[in-house]
């Protein structure tokens, strides 16, 4: 595991999420469980219950089914929009994690051969050149990593001149934590084998907080769309299909000011275990919400039918309601509400300055807890991951800043496990045109 430099705003800044959990673990407590140290082991499901669920079960919720009445249908969303121009269109390609399934390696950098042209190139070049040539090339690409990928993600990019050169975006890191811990004081860190703090991502939401904290955002805000997608995804997501739904998301921007982002569902089988899952309350006229069973305690209902509703990952964020919201933020606190501060508030930290009041700010607008989740990475010693979704964003008490769109299921073919590589129907999207 790389070194990091702990003081980098990247995790100097992510320091106060796993500061959240002190004092907040759920703990299993048999006798035999407690160590000398006063440590006993987490209850990981329970402890996240109380964070995520805000200390409810999954049984309160029913998984929706495909199909669904409340579900916008892809088919009238393209009916009544007007793709966007592409050049008002800011694509953020997720390209943190899956180090421990790739032996260590930077799984972007992987290279695949083309079967057709016997040609090589890594997996990131590859969806570059597919955006590149699709309707979507004019966006503005914005590739997010994290600390631990930086070096080898922009030497990359810097070697390879003949690529539309996009930005490169880092997030945050936060340190894994032990599987024990204690009733108080802060979180225990785990350390690996040289007795090195180790890091992990935080997360998709990352991607979102770190757009604005590292003052990214100023340069898109006169932007329409910012759109959320995996390097693993090798479904058609760069076609005019994702341009007519991110021109219907600016226009509902005007009419939905509360409604901050669209995610892409799509039906999977009523077995499926992983991925977030679009569901709804059972007993409440309540917002639907993407909820994972890593989330808490016991299982959704399963409705009737061939299959539930299970999120792509494509998310659509509308720049005007997303800088609204921050906004309204800054009114609750010492901030000025004016866009051309916030706007000012941004350029400051593009220059490395008031980055914690823009965290603080962040935090204000998105109070999304962490959650956890228990991992052996590359090696043997169990630890506990510290994330936080832009699924979680559906869950703000009270929010109603999600609306769903049910779209094929080949929009989601994902490419991430050594099995997947070998699966040859998911090849067939790999090279795919």
Known sequence: MKILDRTRDEIRL????????????????????????GSIPVDVKTTNGHLVLHGQRLEVFTAVPANDGRVLQIEDVLAQSTPIDARKLVLLLLCGG???????KVHPLRTVKDPGTGQECTLLDRQLNRLASSPLGPASCVIVGTPLNEDALRNHLQKNQSLKQPRLLVGGMAPRLLPVQKATGPPMVYRDASRQISYNPLGHLEAL???????????????????????????????????????????????????????????????????????????????????????????????????????????????????????????????????????QLLWDAAARRRRDQLANLFDVAFPVE??????????????????????????????????????????????????????PNKRTFLFAS
């Open 14 to 37: 992510s320091s106060s999420i796993v500061e959240q959990l002190a004092g907040r673990f759920a703990l299993l407590r048999p006798p035999t469980s407690q160590s000398g140290d």
């Open 98 to 104: 899956l180090s421990f399934r790739s032996e260590g």
């Open 209 to 343: 907080r770190w757009l604005v904290l590292s003052g990214m955002l100023a340069h898109f805000v006169e932007h329409k769309v910012i759109l959320s997608v995996s390097y693993s995804n090798w479904g058609p997501i760069f076609s005019e299909t994702t341009a007519a739904v991110a021109g219907f998301v600016a226009a509902n921007a005007q009419s939905h000011p509360d409604t901050l982002f669209f995610v892409e569902v799509t039906p999977r089988s009523k077995e499926t275990q992983s991925g977030s899952f679009l569901v709804a309350p059972i007993d409440r006229l309540e917002p639907m919400h993407l909820v994972k069973y890593i989330y808490g305690q016991g299982a959704f209902a399963v409705p009737p039918g061939d299959g539930v509703l299970v999120s792509t990952n494509t998310i659509y964020f509308s720049v005007q309601n997303l800088m609204s919201r921050l906004q309204g933020a800054a009114a609750t606190t010492s901030l000025s509400d004016s866009r051309g501060a916030l706007i």
């Open 370 to 423: 962490p959650h956890l989740i228990p991992d052996r990475g590359d090696g043997s010693a169990l630890f506990l991951r510290v994330e936080r979704d832009l699924d979680q964003l559906s869950l703000i008490p009270g929010s109603t800043l999600m609306q769903a769109v049910e779209v094929p299921a080949n929009r989601g073919v994902f490419l991430k496990l050594p099995s997947d590589f070998d699966d």
